[in-house]
C-alpha cells in the first residue's frame, strides 16, 4: 500500500473514505498508523508539545469563570480542526440530552483513568487483562521503565486525563475489526502528552551533556517503547513511537478498556516531575470496588459484562466507549488537556459526588445503546 500524499485535509479525508468503502479495516489501520519520522513530522510532534505544556500552564488545573483569550482561541482552533476528521455522532438527536446528562453525573465520579485492553502478549503467551483484572480484583502493579529519574517500579499507572488513557487503550484494537467512533485519532492526543513527557524529561535529565544521563534517557526510550509496541504486537508494522497508538493489535479480539477510578483509591507515589504533570502511580492493587465505571467498544459490552460477572463482579458499570468519546468532543481542548474534571458546560465546580450512578446507563441489555 502507498504512503498518501502530504497533500489537503480534504484529499486525505477522501483517500480514508475510499478505504473504508473497501471493507477492508486491517487496511484503514494501517493508513491511521502511516508515516515516517520526517522534519515535518518532527517540527509537528514539537509544536504539538509547545501547544499542550502552553495550555496545560495557562489554563492550570481549576476551571476558571472564564479562560484566557488566548486559550479560548486554541480551544476554537482544535474544535474545527477535529470536526473536520471525526465521523457522525454516535447518538440520535432525540437522545443526546439524556445521554450527555448521565456521562457528566458518572464522570463526575472519575478522578483517574486507566487504559488497558483485553488482551496482551505477555511471556510468550496471550494473557486475558480482563479475567486477570477480576482474579486479582483490580488492577494489579506491573514493572514500569518510563520513568528516567526514579527508575523501574511496579505500578499502575493513571492520568487525571481521559485522552492520555485512551491512546493506550486504543493499542488493543483488533486491527482485523473496524475502529469505532473516535474524537481524534489516538496517535494525535498522544502527541500532546508524551510529546512534552519527553521534551522536558530531557531537560529535567540534562540529557543533552554526554554521560549516564543521556544512557538512561536512550534506554528508556527504547525499552519503553518497544514494551508498549510489543505487548499488543509481536510483529508491528510501525516502530515508530506515535503510529504503534494507531495500527491497533495483531490478538485476534482485542479490545480497547478504558478504566475510570474514584477520588482517593491509592495513594500516589512519589515520581519524577516530568511525568507526573499527566501521570499518578499506585504501588498498590487498585480494587474492582475503586473503579467508577468502564468502557469499552459498544459491541463489547455485554461480552465484557458477562466475563465480570464470571468472576463475581456483578456491579461493575459498563458503558459505551464510543458515547464517551461523543461526550469528550462536548469538552474544550484545554479542558481535556489540563485533566479537569470532565462536565458540562455550566454545570457545578469539579469534584463533585453522585452516591449512586443515574439510570439509564447501569448494568442492563440497553445500558449502553
Given at each position: 500500500?502507498q504512503?498518501?500524499?502530504?497533500?489537503s485535509?480534504?484529499?486525505?479525508?477522501?483517500e480514508?473514505q475510499?478505504i473504508q468503502?473497501?471493507?477492508n479495516?486491517e487496511?484503514?489501520?494501517r493508513?491511521r498508523?502511516?508515516?515516517n519520522i520526517t522534519?515535518r513530522e518532527?517540527?509537528?510532534?514539537f509544536?504539538r508539545a509547545m501547544?499542550?505544556?502552553?495550555?496545560?500552564?495557562?489554563?492550570?488545573?481549576?476551571?476558571?469563570a472564564?479562560k484566557?483569550?488566548?486559550i479560548?482561541?486554541i480551544?476554537?482552533?482544535?474544535a474545527r480542526?477535529?470536526?473536520?476528521?471525526?465521523e457522525?455522532?454516535?447518538?440520535s438527536?432525540?437522545?443526546e440530552?439524556e445521554?450527555?446528562?448521565?456521562?457528566?453525573?458518572?464522570?463526575?465520579e472519575a478522578?483517574?483513568?486507566?487504559g488497558?485492553g483485553?488482551y496482551q502478549?505477555?511471556?510468550?503467551?496471550?494473557v486475558?487483562?480482563?479475567?486477570e483484572?477480576?482474579?486479582?480484583?483490580g488492577l494489579?502493579?506491573?514493572?514500569d521503565?518510563m520513568?528516567p529519574i526514579?527508575g523501574e517500579m511496579d505500578s499502575v499507572?493513571t492520568s487525571a486525563?481521559?485522552?492520555y488513557?485512551r491512546?493506550?487503550?486504543?493499542m488493543h484494537?483488533?486491527?482485523s475489526?473496524?475502529?469505532s467512533?473516535?474524537?481524534?485519532?489516538?496517535?494525535y492526543?498522544?502527541?500532546f502528552f508524551?510529546?512534552?513527557i519527553?521534551?522536558e524529561?530531557?531537560i529535567?535529565?540534562?540529557a543533552?551533556?554526554?554521560?549516564p544521563?543521556r544512557d538512561?534517557?536512550?534506554?528508556?526510550?527504547?525499552?519503553?517503547?518497544s514494551k508498549?509496541?510489543n505487548?499488543v504486537?509481536?510483529?508491528?508494522w510501525?516502530?515508530?513511537?506515535?503510529?504503534?497508538?494507531?495500527?491497533?493489535?495483531d490478538i485476534a479480539?482485542?479490545?480497547p478498556?478504558?478504566i475510570?477510578?474514584k477520588?482517593s483509591?491509592?495513594?500516589e507515589?512519589?515520581?519524577?516531575k516530568?511525568?507526573s504533570?499527566?501521570e499518578?502511580?499506585?504501588e498498590?492493587?487498585?480494587?474492582i470496588?475503586a473503579f467508577?465505571?468502564?468502557?469499552?467498544?459498544?459491541d463489547?459490552v455485554?461480552?465484557?459484562r458477562?466475563?465480570?460477572?464470571?468472576?463475581?463482579?456483578?456491579?461493575?458499570?459498563?458503558?459505551?466507549?464510543?458515547l464517551?468519546?461523543?461526550?469528550?468532543s462536548k469538552q474544550s481542548f484545554?479542558n481535556?488537556?489540563?485533566g479537569?474534571?470532565?462536565s458540562?458546560?455550566?454545570?457545578?465546580?469539579?469534584?463533585?459526588s453522585h452516591?449512586?450512578?443515574p439510570?439509564?446507563?447501569?448494568?442492563?441489555?440497553?445500558?449502553?445503546?
Amino acid at each position: 500500500m502507498q504512503e498518501p500524499r502530504a497533500n489537503s485535509g480534504e484529499q486525505l479525508a477522501q483517500e480514508f473514505q475510499g478505504i473504508q468503502q473497501e471493507n477492508n479495516p486491517e487496511a484503514a489501520h494501517r493508513w491511521r498508523a502511516r508515516g515516517n519520522i520526517t522534519g515535518r513530522e518532527v517540527a509537528k510532534t514539537f509544536g504539538r508539545a509547545m501547544y499542550s505544556i502552553y495550555v496545560d500552564r495557562r489554563s492550570g488545573n481549576e476551571e476558571r469563570a472564564k479562560k484566557p483569550l488566548d486559550i479560548r482561541l486554541i480551544d476554537r482552533y482544535v474544535a474545527r480542526r477535529l470536526a473536520k476528521s471525526t465521523e457522525a455522532a454516535p447518538v440520535s438527536p432525540d437522545e443526546e440530552a439524556e445521554v450527555l446528562a448521565e456521562f457528566d453525573a458518572i464522570y463526575q465520579e472519575a478522578w483517574r483513568w486507566h487504559g488497558t485492553g483485553r488482551y496482551q502478549h505477555r511471556g510468550g503467551q496471550t494473557v486475558d487483562i480482563l479475567r486477570e483484572i477480576a482474579g486479582d480484583g483490580g488492577l494489579r502493579p506491573h514493572e514500569d521503565v518510563m520513568d528516567p529519574i526514579v527508575g523501574e517500579m511496579d505500578s499502575v499507572s493513571t492520568s487525571a486525563s481521559r485522552m492520555y488513557a485512551r491512546p493506550y487503550a486504543d493499542m488493543h484494537q483488533d486491527r482485523s475489526e473496524p475502529m469505532s467512533y473516535r474524537y481524534g485519532k489516538a496517535s494525535y492526543w498522544a502527541q500532546f502528552f508524551v510529546s512534552p513527557i519527553a521534551l522536558e524529561g530531557l531537560i529535567e535529565l540534562k540529557a543533552w551533556r554526554k554521560g549516564p544521563a543521556r544512557d538512561r534517557a536512550r534506554k528508556v526510550g527504547s525499552e519503553g517503547l518497544s514494551k508498549w509496541r510489543n505487548k499488543v504486537n509481536e510483529s508491528p508494522w510501525q516502530k515508530n513511537i506515535f503510529p504503534i497508538f494507531d495500527q491497533g493489535s495483531d490478538i485476534a479480539g482485542n479490545y480497547p478498556i478504558l478504566i475510570g477510578i474514584k477520588e482517593s483509591s491509592f495513594r500516589e507515589v512519589q515520581i519524577s516531575k516530568t511525568l507526573s504533570r499527566f501521570e499518578s502511580r499506585s504501588e498498590r492493587l487498585v480494587s474492582i470496588e475503586a473503579f467508577s465505571h468502564l468502557e469499552v467498544p459498544l459491541d463489547k459490552v455485554e461480552e465484557t459484562r458477562a466475563r465480570l460477572e464470571e468472576g463475581g463482579y456483578s456491579n461493575v458499570l459498563v458503558l459505551s466507549i464510543e458515547l464517551g468519546e461523543y461526550f469528550c468532543s462536548k469538552q474544550s481542548f484545554s479542558n481535556l488537556i489540563s485533566g479537569n474534571r470532565l462536565s458540562l458546560p455550566g454545570e457545578a465546580a469539579p469534584g463533585k459526588s453522585h452516591a449512586e450512578p443515574p439510570a439509564g446507563l447501569g448494568n442492563s441489555p440497553d445500558a449502553s445503546s
